[in-house]
C-alpha cells in the first residue's frame, strides 16, 4: 500500500488555479522534508518544490512566485497551490519525500490547455 496519495489534478485555462492535496496514510512525512515533484510525457521527473519538517520552502525557478507549497502535519496533509498555471506546467504531479523519494504513489494529472 502506498502511503501517499495525491489529489486535485484536473483541466484548467492557462491562467487558472488548482490545488493539489496529498494524504499520508501512515502519519509519516511530519518528520520528514516533503516534496512536490512532476513528470512531463516524454521528460523526467522533476522536483517542483520542497518543504522541510520546520517549513522551509523551496521552489523550482520555473513556478516560483505561482506555486505555493504548504503542509498541514495535524491532518498529515501537504498542498501545492499552483496559479497562474501555463502549459509547460502540464504534467502528472506526485508528493513524496525529499530527498530521498519511497515508492511512488498514482499521482494526479493536471493539464493546462485552453
Known amino acids: 500500500q502506498v502511503p501517499l496519495v495525491e489529489s486535485g489534478g484536473g483541466l484548467v485555462q492557462p491562467g487558472g488555479s488548482l490545488r493539489l492535496s496529498c494524504v499520508d496514510s501512515?502519519?509519516?512525512?511530519?518528520?520528514?522534508?516533503m516534496g512536490w515533484y512532476r513528470q512531463a510525457p516524454g521528460k523526467q521527473r522533476e522536483l517542483v518544490a520542497r518543504?522541510?519538517?520546520?517549513?522551509?520552502?523551496n521552489y523550482a525557478d520555473s513556478v516560483k512566485g505561482r506555486f505555493t507549497i504548504s503542509r498541514d502535519n495535524a491532518k498529515n496533509t501537504m498542498y501545492l497551490q499552483m496559479n497562474n498555471l501555463k502549459p509547460e506546467d502540464t504534467a502528472v504531479y506526485y508528493c513524496?519525500?525529499?530527498?530521498?523519494?519511497?515508492?511512488w504513489g498514482q499521482g494526479t494529472q493536471v493539464t493546462v490547455s485552453s
Open positions: 501512515r502519519s509519516i512525512f511530519n518528520i520528514y522534508a
Open positions: 513524496n519525500l525529499y530527498p530521498q523519494p519511497m515508492s
Open positions: 518543504i522541510s519538517s520546520s517549513g522551509a520552502r
